[in-house]
């Protein structure tokens, strides 16, 4: 069973950056992938980017793409969020996530059933 421990998450003033890591610890092959969410307060949980680990290849919302990039080190089992040129409605509760065993990464939150505690972000000036 995975487990998921993000960091990182920090107050930054618009316009400035940060990167997130997510450690997946004890990993089975199985584990196809993880995904980045957010969760701003008064909101629903969002997707934010997702990536698998045996390919290369990324996806993003909308709201992000451009500014936003996960990246992943399959050696040490973790997973980053560089996310630049942030904005104050970046602020939210960063969580990474894991599918659930031999699924892709999707967009759905109802998708994935592994969470790692959360870390939190706040854009302000």
């Known amino acids: 069973q995975v487990r998921l421990a993000e960091s990182g998450g920090d107050w930054v003033q618009p316009g400035g950056s940060l990167r997130l890591s997510c450690v997946a610890s004890?990993?089975?092959?199985?584990?196809?992938?993880v995904a980045w969410f957010r969760q701003a307060p008064g909101k629903e949980r969002e997707f934010v980017a997702a990536i698998p680990w045996a390919i290369s290849r990324t996806y993003y919302a909308d709201s992000v793409k451009g500014r936003f990039t996960i990246s992943k080190d399959n050696a040490k089992n973790t997973v980053y969020l560089q996310m630049d040129n942030l904005s104050p409605e970046d602020t939210a509760v960063y969580y990474c996530a894991a599918p659930p065993n031999n699924r892709y990464v999707t967009r759905p939150v109802a998708d994935y059933d592994y969470w790692g505690q959360g870390t939190q972000v706040t854009v302000s000036s």
């Open positions: 004890g990993r089975p092959p199985s584990n196809l992938g």
